[in-house]
């Protein structure tokens, strides 16, 4: 039960996924809620320059899936009405792993595929229907209000589009202005030390083409090939609406960029080393031309760090956390933190900031480790490897192999891998026997030498 009763202003600043969730929950505990956005919003689904992710590839994890549609009843309905594909993640998606298969058996995780476009305008429909929400396009966030001690937020500078600034008051003001963001440089003109940033490049490029999609055309909904050192490239080709499927090829480290000219594209997925995905983009028909993008750095804003912090002022989704796209995190993600700050605003106002924070960075804390861990496989890129990570990525590679045999293993990967399980899953009893029976002549000796109290310690970190 919200304490708050719907009392006060909200702002969001940015009006992309994450922003969008926020004012879901925001509506629940605030009389108003007003989003701004940069962009000219598109009355229905399209790409837009402030989500340049938009036109690659997207899928909607299984804990993300769940998340939204416990803010959107009917959610996964409407949009398979509109041609997105329902999915059991093991049963529907043919998983690649280090060169190894997971059996293809039901599951209970339940995925999505739909592009962003047509999940964000979605979204967007159903949270600029609520009552006291309004989205304001082509206007652009411009700093902080702050009381006259500086220790609140009280709203937030808004320049519209050929217009003049506007200074809108706010309870509450939030940042989800996403990878660009500028919170911390904000909160640095108002005299707050910024939060500490841990960053990790990714050094990956992806390569995006859309095809169309023939019913009973290939026996998947989705194709997962996961990149490893030894096949430092992958791709994923994934159903969505429109009869078409998005496919995007990716490359790990220096000289491993897939082309962008169509028969380059081509052979680049002819290298995968199983031959469906390729077989796929031989007979279908391409939408486009290939599009290019480098994924920029992964960054972690340690807000929950910090030992000064003003009250009505919160960062979300990219603003606290951008991951590496290639494991599809960022969307569950900014899911999760919704629920948070649902939870926070619950239990009242007071010191939301740092309540909030704290319990973000719990929810970021896994996926985090997850895709830095597997990036910090590469040689080429740069970030400290701890022993705990050295440990769990030899053991996640002998998973793999066993996964191969043991479709349960693979189901517990996939559920860790979804968010719905925590990573001490993998550590079952069961798994970890079939993990060290199929792996047992490749299998690291510091997996055999790590008593069970020394591998508890090392995945609690």
């Avoid at 605030?30 to 399209?46: G, I, N, S």
């Avoid at 993600?333 to 239990?347: G, I, K, M, S």
């Avoid at 002998?398 to 925590?422: C, E, I, Q």
């Amino acid at each position: 039960m919200s304490t708050t009763n719907e009392t006060g202003r909200a702002v969001v600043l940015g009006g992309s996924i994450g922003g969008l969730l926020t004012a879901r929950v925001l509506s629940e505990s605030y009389a108003k809620v007003t989003v701004f956005d940069r962009d000219e919003l598109p009355a229905e689904a399209a790409d837009r320059k402030g989500v340049p992710q938009s036109g690659h590839s997207h899928g909607l994890l299984a804990r993300g899936r769940q998340i939204l549609e416990e803010l959107f009843p009917g959610l996964t309905v409407d949009l398979t009405a509109q041609g997105a594909v329902a999915i059991d993640i093991q049963r529907d998606c043919l998983w690649i792993n280090d060169g190894h298969r997971i059996p293809r058996v039901a599951s209970g995780l339940q995925g999505l595929c739909v592009s962003r476009r047509a999940l964000e305008a979605y979204v967007r429909d159903r949270v600029r229907a609520l009552p006291n929400v309004e989205i304001r396009d082509r206007c652009e966030a411009l700093g902080l209000l702050v009381d006259a001690d500086g220790g609140s937020v009280t709203g937030a500078r808004i320049l519209p589009r050929g217009g003049r600034e506007e200074r809108h008051a706010a309870d509450l003001v939030v940042d989800a202005t996403g990878r660009g963001n500028r919170g911390p440089t904000w909160l640095a003109e108002l005299g707050y030390q910024p939060p500490v940033e841990d960053r990790v490049d990714p050094h990956t490029v992806y390569v995006s083409r859309d095809y169309r999609r023939t019913p009973g055309e290939a026996n998947f909904a989705a194709f997962v090939s996961s990149p490893s050192p030894a096949v430092p490239y992958g791709g994923v080709a994934i159903s969505a609406e429109g009869d078409r499927w998005m496919v995007t090829l990716f490359g790990v480290g220096p000289d491993q960029a897939p082309p962008i000219d169509p028969e380059g594209y081509l052979a680049f997925a002819g290298r995968l080393p199983t031959p469906e995905l390729h077989a796929l983009l031989s007979r279908a028909e391409p939408f486009g031309p290939p599009k290019r993008m480098r994924l920029p750095t992964s960054v972690r804003r340690r807000y929950e760090r910090l030992a000064r912090l003003p009250e009505g002022f919160i960062a979300f989704a990219d603003a606290i956390c951008s991951f590496n796209p290639a494991y599809g995190q960022g969307m569950t993600v900014a899911a999760a933190e919704a629920l948070v700050l649902r939870d926070c605003l619950r239990q009242g106002r007071r010191e939301l900031p740092r309540r909030f924070f704290a319990g973000a960075a719990k929810v970021v804390d896994v996926p985090w480790d997850m895709a830095v861990g597997a990036d910090l496989r590469y040689p080429a890129v740069v970030g400290p490897r701890s022993r705990r990570t050295r440990f769990l990525n030899g053991y996640v590679t002998r998973l793999h192999a066993a996964a191969a045999r043991h479709p349960v293993v693979g189901r517990r990967f996939l559920s860790v891998a979804n968010l719905m399980t925590p990573p001490p899953g993998l550590f079952g009893p069961g798994i970890v026997a079939r993990v060290l029976w199929s792996g047992r002549r490749t299998t690291p000796q510091v997996v055999h030498r790590e008593p069970a109290a020394q591998v508890e310690e090392l995945v609690a970190g």
